[in-house]
């Protein structure tokens, strides 16, 4: 073995084992997490209770993403006949139709609703609906909420404005969509609830996603608006 190849071997080596490391730190030594009240910031509640449970839309909706990413379901992106996934699987997007459920909504009949009143809306020239899956599917909900949420800063400093129960999608082609959590980091940026297959499902990663993939799109649900309009 020359003298380059052992180097290079090396240093890959250490490059590993940095990142291994790193990770750990990342995701299994505790943080600190704060509140909004540690930033003298007002948690907004819903005016609406939809499934008339006691808990607001807002706060519903971002409990069911906790209970969903408690469940930890293995990320897998299968076409699955019927619409709905197992539990135990899942990928972004369900997080976000399981958030909705336990609020009450069924997001999977709003949105194949509108497309099928609204089929330009959501397709190409040649595309086709298919209820199996549009649900599913970070795009459409970007023009679901696009149409039917309220359209917020995308600008993850102005730390008031972020909110339990908002709906955050990142990427230019939208491929990805997350909830916010109660919990907040050390500057008052809330964690976000989502499914990447990372091992920690609520994590302190909006900013991180912001400067991997850019925030598209930030939404407040508020039923009665909808209502309204239907």
Not at 1 to 12: A, D, E, G, H, S
Request: a neutral charge; charged letters at 25%; glycine letters at 6%.
């Amino acid at each position: 073995m020359n003298k380059f190849v052992k180097y290079f071997l090396i240093t890959f080596i250490i490059i590993i084992l940095l990142f291994v490391i790193v990770s750990i730190i990342y995701y299994f030594v505790p943080k600190k997490v704060y509140s909004a009240s540690d930033f003298e910031i007002e948690v907004l509640k819903s005016s609406y209770d939809y499934d008339n449970d006691g808990i607001d839309d807002y706060t519903d909706i971002m409990l069911g993403a906790r209970k969903d990413a408690k469940k930890h379901p293995r990320y897998d992106s299968s076409y699955v006949a019927g619409g709905y996934p197992k539990d135990d699987v899942g990928v972004c997007a369900d997080t976000v139709w399981r958030a909705f459920k336990n609020a009450g909504y069924s997001l999977k009949d709003m949105i194949d609703l509108d497309t099928l009143n609204n089929p330009s809306d959501y397709f190409s020239k040649g595309e086709k609906r298919d209820t199996n899956i549009d649900f599913r599917r970070v795009r459409n909900l970007k023009v679901f909420f696009d149409k039917y949420a309220y359209s917020l800063t995308l600008n993850p400093k102005e730390i008031e404005a972020w909110q339990p129960g908002d709906i955050v999608i990142f990427g230019n082609n939208y491929s990805h969509v997350g909830i916010l959590s109660d919990k907040r980091n050390k500057y008052g940026v809330p964690y976000l609830i989502h499914n990447a297959g990372q091992p920690k499902r609520e994590e302190d990663a909006l900013i991180m996603w912001a400067n991997n993939k850019t925030i598209t799109g930030h939404y407040r649900w508020d039923g009665g608006y909808y209502d309204s309009i239907w």
